[in-house]
């Protein structure tokens, strides 16, 4: 074994696994270009200390490890800050539900206001037909309570008028003058 990864048939690979592999390529190139940048970064600032050349150059082959496990901890907080950054920004998404969710709150409370009014509206305005209607029938009620008391004074017109005259069929004449009393004997 050679220790190379296992290779994939081109042929088997979907276009989204293939642009992964070429991305993962170049995160490598990418990689690969700032470690040798930064180690050249590393001894010309070593060099240009002259701290190289106090230690009889040793230095440069010891700093090396350092060099590269501070790459690694450069990697391992730009992973750090990919899932800070994810968190973020599943917070942000938790805020705009929770901002949706008062909006919500907000316009279903003034649709419930608007609601009460106009509830307030129409009891006012059932109050009002209420003193219309009780008004009217008050009206209408006295009107015919006025209409039977003619009704009933003339029936004892017409009592008085048969028991005082005589009896028979003579007697229409008399009943015609009780249910047509004078203009003045109205009450």
Known sequence: MTGQPERIALDDLTSDALDALYDRLDLLETGARERSALLEEA???LENAG??????GESWPRLVPAIEELATERDRLAADTKILQARVNDQNAAADVAVSAVRLMNEAGA??????ARVRDLEAENAHYEEK??????????GLQRQAARAEATIARVRRTVDAGPVGSCCAHLIHAALNPPAEATP
């Not at 701290?51 to 009889?56: D, K, L, T, Y």
């Open 43 to 45: 001894r010309d600032a």
């Open 51 to 56: 701290i190289n050349e106090a230690h009889g």
């Open 111 to 116: 649709q419930r206001d608007r609601a009460e």
């Open 133 to 142: 209607v009780v008004g009217d029938l008050n009206e209408a009620n006295t």
